[in-house]
């Protein structure tokens, strides 16, 4: 079976200092990913690279065999917060219906279908009632939602998200683990960059353990390991050891 993301020796370079060592990485379809690691490991730089927003010193990427190029349309990302103007002048329904547009025609407008999957979406995220609002009015973890929601308008079969939980109510994270989970059970693939290691074996499938170069990557609890953690984090891994007490 064709992998959903192969990625072969991938390596980028900021300012002449290596981000990302040769990177390989098989993710199959269906399975929910959280790329972990400390900060300035390269997780959304890694990310990045894979989807062509920056360039790549070398390596190859395909999804489900495919360039990037080939398989755009079918391919959902979603930036960190702080990479999306909050001020635009646009509504909450405008902004998922945007999702829409990688399915349309050259110069065709959305129409009444294109705009009932809107509110579909919308109404998974629990943010339908908030669809006339500004999307700078909401809270941080309502703006996630409709950002979640406008990846999910996409019907996109392999979704990216930036640390989506950053800033996010606990409600709103409940809300939305149970969507990407649910999405993964249909057989999305799914990718997120993650910083809270004390729910990352709950939420994923897999993680990909990320500090310039792959550390480990597999079965959650597989990588979630102190021999690997220790490796990618310096300071002491406090967490873990109040994961394992409980566990004990």
Not at 29 to 58: C, E, Q, W, Y
Not at 95 to 112: E, R, S
Not at 218 to 223: L, N, Q, R, S, Y
Request: with cysteine; hydrophobic share 45%.
């Amino acid at each position: 079976m064709i992998p959903a993301i192969q990625v072969s020796e991938l390596s980028v370079s900021y300012h002449g200092q290596k981000a990302i060592q040769r990177a390989d990485l098989i993710v199959e379809k269906g399975k929910l990913v959280g790329i972990i690691g400390p900060n300035g490991a390269g997780k959304s730089t890694f990310v990045k690279a894979m989807l062509s927003l920056i360039s790549r010193d070398g390596g190859t990427v395909r999804f489900q065999g495919k360039s990037f190029k080939e398989m755009r349309t079918s391919i959902a990302y979603m930036p960190q917060r702080n990479e999306i103007d909050w001020d635009f002048p646009i509504t909450v329904f405008d902004t998922v219906l945007i999702g829409t547009y990688p399915t349309l025609g050259f110069f065709k407008n959305p129409g009444k279908k294109e705009k009932e999957w809107a509110r579909v979406c919308l109404k998974k995220v629990g943010m339908e009632p908030f669809s006339k609002k500004q999307i700078g009015e909401l809270s941080g973890g309502q703006q996630q939602r409709v950002f979640l929601a406008r990846a999910l308008a996409q019907k996109a079969e392999i979704l990216f998200l930036d640390e989506p939980f950053a800033g996010v109510d606990v409600a709103s994270e409940a809300a939305m683990i149970a969507l990407l989970k649910e999405l993964a059970a249909d057989g999305k693939t799914i990718l997120v960059v993650h910083h809270d290691l004390s729910k990352a074996t709950e939420y994923f499938d897999q993680l990909l353990l990320l500090n310039k170069k792959v550390i480990g990557f597999g079965d959650a609890e597989t990588v979630f390991k102190r021999e690997l953690l220790c490796q990618a984090y310096v300071h002491p891994l406090s967490f873990l050891d109040q994961k394992e007490m409980a566990d004990a």
